[in-house]
């Protein structure tokens, strides 16, 4: 007997691919196209770009413990209206760059305040202390390069402004010096040296000094002056290490 002859399947049908297509409902054109890559491109580079942004934002905010001057607007406002009055002055850079002096009758020749506010110094500091007599100011200067805030006070000021001093100096003595200073007579100064670290002593880089001079203690300036400068030196020492005695 003859085999049937089978009949073939119908052929299947073949989808044809999706065209995408606009809010029109007709395919997009090159130009479109074109468009929207560019408009992708400049999406993704502006986030990038915001990225680098607020890395930068964040690694210079990482380095602004040293720029404590930022805040002498605030300082000099809060200085002067308890009748002080109040400067930053950039330290002149020392003869051929040297800091240090051998000898406390050698010359210094970079100080631009009295009392002064940073510069050349004796290559020896004083402990941080509150002082009945004078610690020479070429010492001192030294400690204020390490970050310290100084209170200079004159031989005339009352026996209750001095315990106003030392009262204020004992509720937080870390990086505080409190010397006499003849020159002032019946006047207080404050002085600090503030600096970046990381620049002191390049490319003429040697800080800012800061002073203010008054007649009488207000705790709120002594406090405002002590919180801004107090640890930023250009020399960078951490409070626990300007205790009392260091």
């Given amino acids: 007997m003859a085999k049937k002859t089978r009949t073939p399947p119908p052929p299947r049908k073949v989808q044809a691919p999706k065209v995408r297509t606009g809010s029109n409902g007709r395919a997009p054109t090159e130009d479109e196209r074109r468009r929207k890559l560019l408009l992708y491109g400049f999406g993704a580079s502006g986030i990038v770009a915001l990225a680098l942004v607020i890395l930068l934002i964040w690694l210079l905010g990482g380095h602004s413990s040293k720029s404590a001057g930022s805040n002498s607007g605030g300082i000099a406002n809060t200085m002067r209206a308890a009748g002080f009055t ?117 490319n003429g880089y040697w800080g800012e000094g800061h002073i203010a001079v008054g007649k009488r203690f207000d705790e709120k300036a002594f406090t405002a002056f002590r919180d801004a400068f107090r640890a930023h030196g250009p020399e960078p020492f951490k409070l626990d290490q300007l205790a009392p005695g260091q």
Avoid: C
């Avoid at 004159?154 to 505080?176: C, H, M, V, Y």
């Avoid at 010096?177 to 503030?194: F, M, Q, R």
């Fill in 86 to 202: 109040y400067s930053t002055n950039p330290i002149k850079a020392p003869p051929e760059g040297q800091i240090h002096i051998a000898k406390l009758t050698d010359k210094v020749s970079n100080w631009t305040t009295d009392p002064p506010d940073g510069g050349q110094h004796y290559f020896t500091p004083a402990p941080f202390n509150f002082y009945d007599d004078a610690v020479p100011p070429k010492i001192v200067v030294h400690n204020e390069e390490h970050g310290g805030m100084i209170i200079w006070y004159g031989p005339k000021i009352s026996a209750a402004t001095k315990d106003q001093l030392r009262s204020f100096w004992q509720e937080s003595p870390n990086g505080i010096l409190a010397t006499p200073y003849a020159p002032l007579g019946s006047k207080i100064a404050l002085t600090a040296w503030t600096g970046d670290s990381t620049r002191y002593q390049r």
